[in-house]
């Protein structure tokens, strides 16, 4: 089954005033709209078509060369995109609990460093990309990855993922990307996040 775009859920001012709802509009209906066309486009008549993203994208040197990239970037970012989508809400904030808090305490030192360790992630990002909190099979860690890439290609756990593109937050933060990445923090969803550590 082709792939398509996951309804939000939540309405797109919900997330204000950390991000507004122009931004969400756009970022949902047109930007990830179009990597799922883009995507569909690149594996339509391929034994791919109907293949899980997660499943494509632990496989990319699988696929014909001329299709590796194209899914790469496309299916990628309909991948990364449901996951960030999912991991924000409108009562979002705050610290985790429980094992997700303990471990995260206990690999970076408290949770105002590891704030600080993902802010930085984001931060260093040259041009477009994520920062994600990910679980490598042994543990917490926390990475940067370029365009739409995803840790799930490198055999990770993506946790949890901040956007730090620019059309994640130009519209309201413009050029200030470390703006966006404090404010962005008072939407995660810790619960999503809980749920996906424990699952690891």
Do not use: C
Not at 73 to 92: I, K, P, Q, R, V
């Amino acid at each position: 089954m082709a792939f398509s775009v996951p309804p939000l859920p939540y309405d797109f001012n919900a997330l204000e005033p950390h991000i507004d709802a122009q931004t969400m509009e756009i970022h949902h209906d047109k930007h990830h709209a179009a990597y799922v066309t883009n995507a569909n486009a690149a594996l339509e008549g391929t034994e791919w078509a109907d293949t899980p993203v997660e499943e494509i994208l632990t496989n990319l040197s699988s696929l014909p060369a001329d299709k590796q990239g194209p899914v790469r970037n496309n299916a990628g970012g309909h991948y990364n995109h449901s996951l960030f989508w999912e991991s924000m809400s409108a009562d979002g904030g705050g610290e985790p609990t429980g094992a997700l808090g303990e471990a995260i305490s206990s690999t970076f030192g408290g949770f105002s460093d590891f704030q600080a360790q993902l802010k930085a992630a984001g931060i260093g990002r040259f041009g477009s990309g994520w920062a994600w909190l990910i679980h490598d099979g042994s543990g917490l860690a926390i990475v940067s990855t370029p365009n739409q890439d995803n840790p799930i290609s490198d055999g990770k756990t993506p946790l949890l993922g901040v956007d730090v593109w620019e059309h994640a937050y130009y519209l309201k933060y413009q050029n200030r990307r470390p703006d966006y990445l404090d404010a962005w923090w008072g939407t995660v969803n810790w619960e999503k996040v809980a749920e996906r550590f424990a699952a690891v």
